[in-house]
């Protein structure tokens, strides 16, 4: 179905993917637009996994696997990332990342 | 080619990257999140089309069902900070928006176009031992549905061959659970806490004359041994 | 093994054409459900109430639904000033979008089987996005009640998907499948009873999941987001008009996909007496009979339960949820796997077939064996539950409530 | 929790649980009320004014309004303070037919008060039109003998405006026969129902001291544990010859004012049995026949008097000058009353608790504004 | 557990509050059972009736079907007047007036046309609607049983300004009270008419006439006079119990004395003013709908000082007024004693 697809389209669709997460993760000044970007840069990778594996070794399991194993990483990020968000609003009343700058909390 | 495929993939890229691109520039924060969604079920949507099914529904389960949502909620409960106002941008975007084209134009794109046919023709020497595998299991005759890996083989693999990553990501998920409970969750003493009518009077009745702190509200007794 | 009809290129066209009317099909067949289940909840609840219920419009009543549906369709449609517009718009165009998924693999008797194979999966899925959707009703309008009623609506939502997941695990231990189909096929034997309702751990399953679907379906007692009494209508507060009859059609859509679920879940499907004896067609027909009596059934006990009981406070509704609900299932889930190892292992576990005989379905011996120990695993389970969570505030000392435990 | 700003809601004036305009300034603290101020007043009609320029027999319509759904207890409530100002003898028969009202005020105003905590805490109105069926049956009585359901104006001093004929007799006996299977069904709904323990029990508590302290009445003290009835207290009308039991309750939250309302109506019940059985012995006729209504001028002095209404301890206290009209008149509102314990009765609860609370004062702002 | 106080024992009991039970989901499960128990009843179509009933169907579909009303039930006072003659019974004594706890009774009383002096009879009676509170207490202090309270409850209306209803359309016949009280209007009946027969004397001319009479003896509209007594005749059976319902034929009688009454105000409305109060009749016809009631009355007090003659204006002479008035009561009040 998706074979008549160059794999390369579906790499650089993944790649764009990831330099918008980047680009979000790099100039965001809010600390859960950080974490966004870095989430879009996560999907990013988990297509790239996906494409591999549909294309290269269709039979196989490891592109599905790890696609799964990066989404649960990605989950327990995005709960240990807002947790540090929260506290850091906390104490600070800020979530913006340039002015979280000292190490005390 | 299978234009409508075609079609399919391209409105899927659209989707996705436009919905990308504003998640990393809309101005108000809640917006970046739903786009963000958007953004996740187009990523399902093409694990879809590349016939990872159970990931595709994985990924909406988790990403668009609870992680977009976690999102969210931590906005809300940090909102009067992130207002429409406030700027949401460094004062220096350009250059990140410099070394992210940088790395898309200068190193990803020239890389994959490079090793594109190679790699195509991998994918389609692997399709065509597929297709082979398949007439063959078929007695012959090419049948109409060419087998690829699916749920159970995933499961199989999972319980099997990755069983020890698989216990380490779980053993990984529960560590990160109980920290950002740890993190997020204020201790227990710290919290400022509304006593009702019995237990004002039956802390009074036991003698126990309950200290006050700066805004009238009643702090138990043992907050004030912790602090 | 996954399969994929591989399709010529002209078939595509044909392919579009079918899905178009198939969803035009499952959204108007949806919305006259909706229009029925409105009609049919309201005249069972009048009855309960001693009442007679609406029976102007057109016969008995039925056509009540109509008349509300065109009151709806012609109500000014509001904005509030400070809301987001485009966010107020589109929460219940997202809220419809995920019902309306749902409907799409939801096998209509034996008649319309459904060809997804993580059919399952793929409801509770697309049924999750209705969190997004709350939160954007809740956020978009402006209003602390409609926001209040967003938050409470997501955290029941995703609390109550976790038993609501789990509790399905054993029906897919049980039948090896993540498909509607293979599932509710896998239930027709014994003469069409062989419902998964009938062993101990697809009954604790059932009320498992009947309980969070509930509150998946926003349905008393668990009607938290929409509490009239206490946030006016919760995240609907700034809807009026079709944005609102929208929002409602969404609501009993999917709870009629529930009671769809359930019923292909656990009790069978389309299965029944007779329906493999009457042929293609007319046991079809009689299974797609069966499936929706079951299945009206099933929605006449969320009336019931409507008509009968108070709502949860929302704290005691995810007390209930967490220290109730999930360790039952989580210890069902166990007690699964004893019921299919003690019923199905033969070589893997030779200790069995010395004890009980070789498995097989007529091996009575194990399935007996089966029912006592996972009955007995499951009432431990639940009285261990009960006793842990029974802590009344007339339980505590007095220096526990003076500390605030109680709450 | 997770910490978060605290948050001012208005709940009401217009509100589908605040039983009539009633606003709540609460502030919460993410689902924990801190402090609760109810705002009231919008149903003001300067009711105890209109009695100082009303005559006498002109007021007892207005009694009418305060508290509509006990029209014929406020009805007695009045007469009786004229009646002891005007030192006017009620005729016995009189006195038994008040009783009988009062009671049948008292079933119909529990039936629907329960129905409506029931309906706040989100029971979908089976309860509640359970109990509203009773209470048509009983106000269809009241239209028979009074002329109206609920504005009933029954009560002259000295007597009652009309005799109850036989007819009306037997059907309060029909009326009766009923009753039994509407309580036993009732309890069997909803009184050992899970949600409605866990809602209820423990919630809004109101200690015995503070009950006191605020000195409220009606089932909302008698449900803190203290025995305390009008009706045993300071018997009027012919409550003494009546055989009944006070229920109390024991913790003094929304459960036991719960409890101890049902077993209200089962006492009022017995008395209702024992009333009809009494009454053909009594005499006199339905009204002294020597008092003038309408120009009625009673000597210089001033008189209180209260009787045990449904919501709790209802007294009208009028000073006469000799002339026509009161020189001051002012009316004890047990819903006024009980509300005040409102705000700290609910603090620390969450905010669903308010309105479950609120329910259980089963208040009238008929009543509390006047 | 009982207490002793000073004024006698007094019996408390604890009430139950489950708490060594276990609830395990019984209790929820017992309130299901009741549910459906009363579901089942409703759904078969058992209907609620009697008093004593708990189970079934309670609620009445209104339009169609009605309860029927207590006789002594209560909405809006009306005037009488005798079907015969056409004289009204109320004499204006001012006893509703001085009553009416919202005070929105207006009674205007007749004089004579020639003396001058007043009449047992009103000119112009009005009574505001929207601030009646039908407590009945005109109807209870009428020495003359003129004034009643109506059972006709369905009132609503957008046109405010006729809630000030005036004498013509709150004059009923004795007949139509009989229908809807038989009863209550026997025990009072001989009084009644005995009273009115001695106004009558005192009457000169047309005063006191019920004006719909009049018209119905002149033109075409006897159809009140037919209809009421069947009217009254079919009401009366139906009052066996408060509670009994009665179906489709009820309303159409209904709707018959409705259709009858209106007729008959029609017919009012349309009649030629042929006296001062006719005159004023006219007046509050014409200006039916989106009239205010101070108009209307200012322009029934000065057409009717200008009909009766040397009446002084309310306010300048008050105690000639006064006396005049006095002196009707005492003449009403020997006029009585003669019988």
Redesign the interface.
């Known amino acids: 179905m998706v074979g008549t697809i160059p794999i390369a389209w579906v790499l650089t669709l993944a790649a764009g993917l990831f330099c918008i997460g980047l680009f979000g993760a790099l100039s965001r000044r809010n600390t859960v637009g950080i974490l966004m970007g870095i989430e879009l840069m996560l999907n990013s990778v988990n297509i790239n996994l996906v494409a591999f594996w549909r294309y290269l070794r269709p039979m196989g399991t490891a592109g599905l696997t790890f696609t799964v194993f990066t989404i649960a990483v990605a989950a327990a990020e995005v709960a240990v990332g807002l947790a540090m968000v929260i506290a850091i609003y906390r104490a600070r009343q800020t979530i913006n990342a340039d002015e979280a700058d000292t190490l005390k909390g | 080619m299978n234009y409508v495929v075609l079609t399919i993939f391209f409105l899927l890229s659209a989707l996705t990257l436009g919905s990308g691109i504003m998640v990393v520039t809309v101005k108000n924060i809640i917006h970046a999140a739903l786009w963000l969604i958007s953004t996740f079920v187009g990523v399902a949507a093409l694990y879809m089309l590349m016939e990872a099914e159970f990931l595709a529904i994985v990924q909406v389960l988790v990403y668009a069902g609870a992680v977009s949502i976690l999102v969210l909620f931590a906005i809300m409960l940090t909102r009067q900070i992130t207002g429409t106002g406030t700027r949401q941008l460094h004062s220096r975007w350009w250059v990140a928006m410099l070394t992210a084209a940088a790395l898309f134009g200068g190193v990803i794109v020239p890389t994959v176009w490079q090793q594109g046919s190679s790699w195509d023709k991998t994918a389609s020497d692997a399709q065509a031992i597929l297709v082979q595998q398949a007439t063959e299991a078929n007695g012959g005759t090419r049948p109409e549905i060419i087998p690829v890996a699916g749920t159970e083989e995933l499961g199989a693999a999972l319980m099997g061959e990755y069983l020890l990553p698989f216990e380490v990501v779980s053993l990984l998920l529960t560590a990160a659970l109980i920290g950002a409970i740890l993190i997020a969750f204020e201790e227990r003493t710290r919290r400022r806490r509304v006593l009702t009518l019995a237990e004002e009077l039956a802390l009074r009745k036991r003698g126990i004359v309950e200290p006050h702190d700066e805004e009238g509200a009643v702090v138990p007794v043992d907050a004030e041994q912790a602090v | 093994?996954?399969?994929?009809?591989?399709i010529a290129?002209d078939a595509?066209i044909g392919l579009?054409l079918v899905s178009i009317i198939k969803v035009t099909l499952i959204l108007v067949g949806g919305s006259l459900g909706m229009m029925f289940l409105t009609w049919y909840e309201r005249r069972?609840?009048?009855?309960?109430?001693?009442?007679?219920g609406p029976?102007r419009v057109g016969p008995q009543g039925l056509l009540q639904p109509v008349s509300e549906a065109i009151k709806t369709m012609t109500k000014e449609d509001i904005t509030p000033l400070d809301a987001?517009r485009v966010?107020h718009f589109l929460a219940p165009v997202v809220m419809l979008g995920a019902t309306v998924l749902a409907f799409a693999v939801i096998p209509w008797g034996n008649l319309f089987p459904s060809s997804?194979?993580?059919g399952v999966?793929?409801i509770?899925?697309?049924t999750?996005?209705h969190?997004?959707g709350m939160?954007?009703a809740g956020?978009g309008s402006n209003n602390?009640?409609a926001?209040?009623g967003g938050?409470r609506g997501?955290a029941q939502m995703?609390s109550y998907?976790i038993p609501l997941l789990m509790a399905l695990l054993p029906i897919i231990l049980l039948s090896g499948s993540?498909s509607l189909t293979d599932i509710v096929t896998r239930q027709g034997d014994w003469y069409g009873f062989g419902w998964y309702v009938f062993s101990p751990v697809g009954l604790t399953a059932f009320i498992t999941f009947f309980i969070a679907a509930l509150a998946e379906g926003e349905r008393?007692?668990f009607?938290?987001p929409e509490?009239?009494?206490?946030?006016?209508a919760g995240y609907l507060t700034e809807y009026g008009g079709m944005k609102f009859a929208v929002f409602y059609l969404s609501n009993y859509m999917t709870n009629l996909a529930l009671c769809f679920i359930m019923a292909s879940l656990f009790l069978g499907g389309g299965n029944g007496p007779g329906v493999t004896a009457l042929g293609t067609v007319l046991g079809g027909l009689l299974s797609l009979v069966y499936f929706f009596i079951k299945a009206l059934a099933l929605f006449f006990l969320m009336v019931?339960?409507?008509?009968?009981?108070?709502?949860?406070?929302?704290?005691?509704l995810m007390g209930f949820a967490w220290k109730f609900l999930l360790p039952i299932v989580l210890v069902n889930v166990f007690s699964t796997a004893i019921w299919v190892a003690i019923t199905r292992w033969g070589p893997q576990a030779q200790i069995f077939t010395d004890w009980f005989g070789e498995p097989a379905s007529d091996n009575y011996l194990r399935y007996g064996v089966a029912i006592v120990v996972t009955l007995i695993i499951n009432l431990l389970a639940?009285y261990a539950v009960?006793r842990i969570n029974?802590r009344?505030?007339?339980d505590l000392t007095?220096?526990e409530?003076?500390?605030?435990l109680?709450? | 929790m997770l910490k978060t700003e605290e948050l001012q809601v208005n709940i009401g004036p217009q509100h589908p649980s605040t039983h009539g305009v009633f606003r709540m300034l609460v502030t919460v603290d993410g689902e924990t009320l801190v402090d609760l101020k109810p705002v009231f007043g919008y149903l003001h009609r300067n009711h105890e004014q209109l009695g100082e320029v009303n005559s006498y027999l002109q007021n007892m319509p207005f009694t009418d309004r305060l508290d509509y759904f006990n029209s014929m207890v406020n009805n007695h409530a009045y007469a009786r303070a004229v009646e002891q100002l005007a030192g006017i003898e009620v005729p016995e028969r009189a006195q038994y037919i008040r009783v009988i009202m009062d009671e049948l005020s008292r079933i119909l105003n529990h039936a629907s008060a329960l129905g409506f905590l029931l309906g706040d805490m989100g029971a979908w109105q089976t309860s509640l039109l359970w109990g509203l069926r009773e209470r048509e049956k009983i106000l269809d009585l009241f239209e028979y003998v009074s002329g109206a359901r609920m504005m009933c104006n029954y009560s002259r001093f000295g007597g009652v405006a009309r005799d109850i004929d036989d007819y009306f007799i037997s059907e309060v006996k029909k009326l009766m026969q009923g009753l039994p299977r509407y309580f036993d069904e009732f309890e069997r709904l909803l009184v050992e129902n899970e949600i409605l323990l866990v809602r209820a029990k423990g919630v809004g508590v109101l200690p015995k001291e503070l009950a006191l302290s605020y000195s409220v009445t009606g089932p909302l003290l008698r449900g803190s544990g203290v025995p305390y009835d009008v009706r045993k207290a300071e018997p009027y009308a012919v409550y003494d010859r009546f055989d009944f039991d006070i229920p109390v309750g024991t913790v003094g939250d929304v459960y036991d004012r719960f409890l101890v309302r049902v077993e209200e109506m089962r006492q009022s019940y017995r008395i209702l049995e024992q009333a009809l059985q009494q009454m053909p012995e009594a005499e006199g006729g339905h009204i002294n026949p020597k008092v003038k209504q309408q120009s009625l001028k009673p000597p210089v002095g001033e008189s209180y008097a209260r009787v045990e209404s449904p919501k709790g301890e209802l007294g009208f206290y009028l000073v006469s000058d000799g002339s026509g009209s009161a020189y001051r008149y002012k009316v004890r509102a047990p819903s006024f009353i009980n509300l005040s314990a409102l705000a700290d009765m609910c603090k620390g609860y969450k905010i669903a608790d308010v309105v479950v609370i609120l329910g259980s004062i089963d208040i009238v702002m008929g009543e509390v504004d006047r | 557990m009982t207490l002793s106080t000073r004024k006698g024992t007094v019996n408390i009991v604890e009430v139950n509050r489950h708490d060594n039970n276990i609830h395990a989901g019984q209790g929820t499960l017992k309130g299901l059972d009741i549910v459906f128990r009363k579901f089942r009843k409703a759904l078969f179509g058992k209907a609620n009736t009697e008093r004593d009933d708990t189970e079934g169907q309670f609620n009445v579909q209104y339009p169609e079907e009605r309860l029927v009303l207590a006789e002594a039930y209560r909405n809006m006072p009306i005037l009488l007047y005798d079907d015969a003659t056409g004289q009204e019974l109320c004499t204006s004594c001012f006893q509703c007036e001085r009553v009416c706890p919202p005070q929105v009774i207006h009674i205007t009383q007749a004089k004579h046309p020639e003396t001058g002096k007043p009449v047992p009879a009103a000119a112009e009676f009005v009574l505001e609607y929207d601030t009646c509170m039908s407590c009945g207490y005109c109807a209870e202090v009428c020495p003359f049983d003129a004034i009643k309270m109506d059972h006709d409850f369905e009132l609503s209306t957008a046109d405010h300004p006729a809630l000030d209803v005036h004498y013509t359309h709150l004059l009923r016949p004795v007949s139509y009270y009989e229908a809807i009280a038989p009863t209550m209007w026997a025990e009072v009946r001989d009084a009644a008419l005995k009273k009115l027969q001695n106004n009558i004397k005192r009457r000169p001319g047309n005063i006191g006439v019920d004006h719909g009479q009049k018209i119905a003896g002149k033109s075409s509209a006897a159809a009140p006079k037919a209809a009421t007594p069947a009217a009254g005749a079919a009401g009366r059976k139906q009052y066996t119990g408060p509670i009994a319902k009665v179906g489709t034929s009820m309303s159409e009688d209904k709707l018959a004395r409705l259709m009858a009454i209106r007729e008959a105000n029609t017919g009012k409305r349309g009649g030629p003013p042929e006296s001062g109060a006719h005159a004023i009749e006219a007046d509050v016809a014409t200006n039916a709908a989106g009239q205010v009631a101070p108009s209307d009355q200012a322009t029934s007090g000065s057409a009717a000082s200008k009909a009766t003659g040397p009446v002084a204006a309310p306010g300048k002479n008050m105690s000639e007024d006064k006396l005049a008035r006095l002196m009707a009561i005492r003449e009403a009040n020997k006029a009585k004693q003669g019988e």
């Open positions: 093994m996954t399969y994929w009809p591989v290129v595509w579009v069972a609840i009048a009855y309960m109430q001693d009442r007679r029976n987001d966010v997804l194979r993580v999966l793929f509770f899925a697309v999750g996005l969190t997004v939160l954007m956020w602390k009640f926001l209040l938050m997501v995703v998907e993540l008393t007692p009607d938290i509490a009239d009494s206490e946030i006016v019931l339960i409507r008509g009968t009981v108070p709502r949860l406070r929302v704290d005691q639940v009960m029974r009344q505030p007339s007095e220096e409530i003076a500390l605030g109680a709450g």
